[in-house]
């Protein structure tokens, strides 16, 4: 059985500072992340157990917490990548990220209407939740989706290439309540090289997942 695994983080705890402190990065990746991987993990070997029990009484919650922590574990992994201590500002054609640029000012209008909407989708996820850029592979167009929890709200098929974490542990003890600046803070560490592969990546396998007839 496929099991999963807490990725090492790509720098040190205090890399993104003075955005986002050491300790908030160290427990959101060491306790918040880490606990998504074993529940993912714990919820895999019940569903096994199910299986050869023949028992399914349980099912809709063992499906529902799989869908949970499964999603938490990829949007945390993505999470880490789409940072970096010397990022922020926007994609360019000079720094090799020009395609996503293009897209980014096709799919929304301009840079400047893509961040607000990004922003604002972040901001005012109720609860609990994630503003995310995604490739749409029907219209082969990028969207935002704002995310409720790990996994609502979503566009089936929609691959996530750039995801702003709402969560109250993402930010609360160095931001307190002040959810829209710690949004307005990410910008400043966006790895826009790491979302342009993603983008790119992210193109690439919307060819085999709408298969035409």
């Known amino acids: 059985m496929a099991t999963y695994t807490l990725p090492e983080l790509p720098y040190d705890y205090a890399s993104l500072e003075?955005?986002?402190?050491?300790?908030?990065?160290?427990?959101?990746?060491?306790?918040?992340?880490?606990?998504?991987?074993?529940?993912?993990?714990?919820?895999?070997?019940?569903?096994?157990?199910?299986?050869?029990?023949?028992?399914?009484?349980?099912?809709?919650?063992?499906?529902?917490?799989?869908?949970?922590?499964?999603?938490?574990?990829?949007?945390?992994?993505?999470?880490?990548?789409?940072?970096?201590?010397?990022?922020?500002?926007?994609?360019?054609?000079?720094?090799?990220?020009?395609?996503?640029?293009?897209?980014?000012?096709?799919?929304?209008?301009?840079?400047?209407?893509?961040?607000?909407q990004l922003s604002k989708a972040a901001a005012t996820t109720q609860g609990s939740g994630w503003g995310v850029l995604a490739y749409e592979p029907v219209t082969a167009r990028l969207i935002v989706e704002q995310v409720y929890d790990h996994q609502g709200n979503v566009g089936q098929g929609s691959v996530p290439i750039l995801v702003f974490d709402a969560w109250e542990h993402a930010f609360y003890l160095q931001y307190r309540n002040q959810k829209v600046d710690f949004v307005e803070a990410m910008w400043r560490v966006v790895n826009w090289q790491d979302v342009a592969r993603r983008y790119t990546a992210a193109k690439e396998r919307a060819n085999n997942l709408l298969l035409a007839p």
């Open 18 to 116: 003075p955005v986002i402190s050491g300790e908030i990065i160290e427990l959101h990746h060491d306790k918040h992340h880490a606990a998504y991987v074993k529940g993912a993990n714990d919820t895999l070997e019940q569903l096994a157990e199910a299986r050869d029990k023949d028992a399914w009484g349980s099912i809709n919650g063992l499906e529902k917490n799989l869908a949970f922590h499964l999603s938490g574990h990829i949007l945390h992994t993505i999470y880490w990548q789409n940072m970096t201590g010397d990022g922020g500002g926007e994609p360019l054609e000079k720094d090799g990220t020009g395609e996503l640029a293009d897209a980014i000012a096709e799919s929304f209008g301009s840079f400047a209407k893509f961040k607000a």
